[in-house]
């Protein structure tokens, strides 16, 4: 639960991971020559050569000096390759062109709409759409700023895929959220509060952001889910039917290209 709430993706975390690296190389010099002390300046014996035991001396300190900057250098490198926190989830950006016919082009002010239809799968509505509602939520609310549309497969009025959507368009709250989290930390919290395992990232296609799937107990057994995020929405799709995690990420993707406008 602990690890769970701690960003690894963050900027505060990897500057942790430079300051970390950082301290044990100075610990390091220090002690180098605190240790070092007695053995770097020699003493003269009795009837002995003042001039070489300086020479000594100073051949001595040379070589601690030459020990130094390589701790201090290889320090600066493992911190340098510490540093690597991942974009806000706001900062995420379209990446290519959308195929003709689902939805907006990259790029372009966005609006999520769920579709009517997408590949084999129907949204239920009416009577049908509210008793499922109903019935999966049991007395509770939907929780704020949340859409849920409820998909048929096979026209028998049981859903077979559920999709639960927030946008900035309808729930401002969400751009202060993304502005503080990575999508990395997003699915971390999302797929740990859903028990999923087995949880893989997929491409996500030319909206960019990300797109991940996993698999969680559902009541005949596992079922694939998948969400999928960019800079100003955050989605859940459940799959009812068995598949597996590819097939339920190119179902996601597809649901995703077709609702974005």
Partial sequence: MITASVDTTSQ?????????????????????WRLTRSWRTPST???????????EERKRRLLIVGVTVLIAGGAGVKAAASYNPEPRASESVATGPVPEGQGAP???????????????????????AARTEAAMLAGRK????????????????DFDLL???????????IVNEKATKS????????FAGAKAHDVTRFEPGPY??????????GPDGDQAMCAWSDATTFAAV??????????????????????TH
């Avoid at 939907?142 to 009025?157: A, I, R, S, V």
């Avoid at 459940?238 to 609702?259: G, K, Y």
């Fill in 106 to 128: 990259a790029g372009t002010p966005r609006s999520v709409v769920l579709p009517d239809s997408f590949a084999d799968f129907q949204l239920m509505t009416g009577e049908a």
């Fill in 183 to 190: 999508i990395t930390q997003e699915f971390r919290d999302f």
């Fill in 163 to 173: 999709v639960s959507v927030r946008s900035a368009e309808w729930d401002p709250k």
């Fill in 238 to 259: 459940r799959i009812v039917h068995p598949t597996t995690l590819p097939d339920a990420a190119q179902l996601a993707l597809t649901l995703r290209n077709t609702a």
């Fill in 208 to 217: 960019g952001g990300g797109l991940s799937c996993g698999l969680a107990q």
């Fill in 12 to 32: 505060s975390y990897a500057i942790g991971q430079v300051v970390g690296v950082l301290s044990v190389a100075i610990v390091a010099i220090v002690l180098l």
């Fill in 142 to 157: 939907l929780p704020e700023g949340w859409k849920t549309g409820f998909y048929d497969k096979d026209g028998d009025d």
């Fill in 45 to 55: 014996p009795a009837g002995g050569d003042p001039a070489g035991t300086l020479r």
